[in-house]
């Protein structure tokens, strides 16, 4: 990528020497690439939501959206624009600062993450050596931005919704961390890049089959992280009116409507990295049918990545909410232990056959 | 030079937000600008090259213990007592402590001389990662210390589950 844009530059100016100048393009480059995937992940993001409605809507004998553009297309927009214009309400006991600063931390950092995704081969904004710790770590500062905005807005609601998240994120971060450390074990990296090529080596071609238990608890896991149904406690709106972002109007709630999307899309990415082989098909796969090497990674990546949203659909739609006890139950009794579990029998099964 | 004005910025910014923490009247306010702190200790290690222990320093610092502090903080709900004198009668001992171990720290650090480097230089760590070096170390040499340290915390978890635990029979 980046061979390509200095091949490019020194067409028109020659060669680079200056060290400073260097740097200068070196910089440019990153900037470009961070505008270039948060433009796109936006559109995803808004394009989630519309899938979300229609795939919801046929499940429940609808139709969903359909009068913004042909077959509804338009629909994110237009949500986008009425919640720009919209008029921007402020409790009177609000702390202000901490108001305005909660979704911004919670945007923040969800669009962080997207920085360590490797999308296609060799294409990661950051490509650190510490990438699925950097998710984690994004992941947890979210949860601030709930507890923040649930205290500043002096709301009943908005408090115990802050707070009923706060003791879930962190709950199910600890089983969300546990579920990776035996992909971590197979792919002896913790670069993400890395995970995939070792899932490429590997003769399944995907963690998702030798870490279906892994895999189990991950995709749970996440569900709870993102606050979304069957857990989505935190906004119950029978029990807390909206939850956390109850006071919130206007960009700053749409604000956390596209963090918790785009937190939707981070987790179904880290899934489709680490536990379905990302950009890559399984070996078999091409040997059986050549022609499929020829489609671009980027298409696989995608179509694991969107399998995945839809899943969390579907659960959506199927399942009742669960009360508060038993996510909790559910978080440190069955998934905690199944996750400790399948971390002792992957390093064993790693010991005992080298060829792993 | 770039190496010196980074650290500098670190050591200043970490000083100020320090400060920050401990003179707020609204503790919330507190845990947010410590969030800050943690965040530049975090690039402080990465600075060193210690990745994994900023990523640690974020997740462990500022996802959970931080957290624990906000339920706490959150839970009192302190806004009705903001209003209470910020300091408490024994201030003066106090400060002599505080200087007492200022004075230490300033002698000591003229007797601190540099260690020869050894294995692990900044390229064995570029090479092999800084999480595999640090994974391999505390596996190896320093495996009896880790264990111990593990168990220390092992035994506190029992004992706040031992505290907190309703008693439900009366013997």
């Known amino acids: 990528m980046n061979e390509i844009i200095y091949s490019f530059i020194e067409y028109f100016i020659g060669q680079v020497s200056n060290p400073w100048l260097k740097m200068g393009i070196d910089v440019f480059i990153i900037l470009i690439q961070i505008a270039a995937v948060v433009v796109v992940a936006l559109l995803h993001v808004a394009y989630a939501t519309y899938f979300e409605r229609k795939v919801m809507a046929r499940m429940q004998v609808r139709i969903g959206p359909t009068e913004v553009g042909p077959i509804g297309l338009l629909q994110p927009f237009a949500d986008g624009v009425k919640l720009f214009f919209k008029e921007d309400i402020i409790p009177a006991n609000a702390d202000k600062p901490i108001f305005y600063l909660a979704p911004v931390i919670f945007f923040a950092s969800a669009l962080t993450s997207l920085s360590v995704l490797p999308f296609f081969n060799n294409f990661a904004v950051a490509n650190i050596n510490v990438g699925l710790l950097f998710i984690f770590a994004m992941s947890s500062i979210g949860a601030y931005g709930i507890v923040m905005s649930g205290w500043s807005s002096d709301s009943k609601f908005a408090f115990l919704g802050g707070l009923r998240s706060a003791s879930q994120v962190i709950s199910y971060e600890i089983a969300m961390g546990l579920s990776l450390v035996g992909v971590m074990i197979m792919a002896g990296s913790l670069n993400l890049s890395e995970i995939v090529r070792a899932q490429h080596q590997y003769p399944t071609g995907m963690f998702a089959i030798p870490q279906f238990i892994g895999f189990f608890v991950f995709l749970i896991a996440a569900l709870a992280e993102t606050n979304r149904l069957p857990f989505d406690l935190p906004e119950a709106e029978s029990e807390l009116v909206a939850g956390y972002f109850t006071e919130y109007s206007g960009f700053r709630f749409a604000m956390f409507f596209l963090g918790e999307y785009t937190g939707m899309l981070i987790m179904s990415s880290v899934a489709a990295l680490c536990f379905l082989g990302g950009w890559t098909i399984p070996q078999f796969i091409t040997n059986a049918l050549p022609f499929l090497s020829y489609v671009p990674g980027i298409v696989w990546f995608l179509l694991k990545v969107y399998l995945i949203m839809f899943f969390y659909y579907w659960v959506r739609s199927t399942f009742p909410r669960y009360r508060y006890d038993q996510l909790m139950g559910i978080g440190w009794k069955v998934l905690i232990p199944l996750a400790l579990a399948n971390i002792v029998l992957t390093a064993f099964v790693k010991i005992l056959v080298k060829g792993l | ?171």
């Open chain 2, 1 to 171: 030079m770039l190496a010196k004005l980074f650290f500098g910025y670190y050591a200043v910014v970490i000083i100020f937000l320090s400060l920050l923490v401990i003179t707020r009247k609204n503790p919330v306010h507190s845990v947010m600008w410590m969030l800050l702190l943690f965040f530049h200790i975090a690039g402080l290690y990465l600075f060193l090259n210690a990745e994994f222990i900023a990523a640690i320093q974020v997740i462990v610092y500022a996802g959970a213990i931080l957290v624990l502090f906000l339920f706490v903080v959150l839970l009192l709900n302190l806004r009705e007592e903001l209003q209470v004198e910020r300091f408490v009668g024994s201030w003066p001992a106090g400060l002599i402590i505080a200087v007492a171990i200022f004075a230490i720290v300033v002698n000591v650090i003229r007797s601190f001389v540099l260690a020869p480097p050894g294995k692990y230089s900044i390229e064995y760590i570029k090479e092999a990662t800084h999480t595999k070096a640090l994974g391999t170390i505390l596996y190896t040499e320093y495996l009896f210390p880790f264990e111990i340290a593990s168990l220390v915390l092992l035994i506190a978890i029992i004992g706040a589950i031992v505290l907190a635990k309703r008693k439900t029979r009366s013997h």
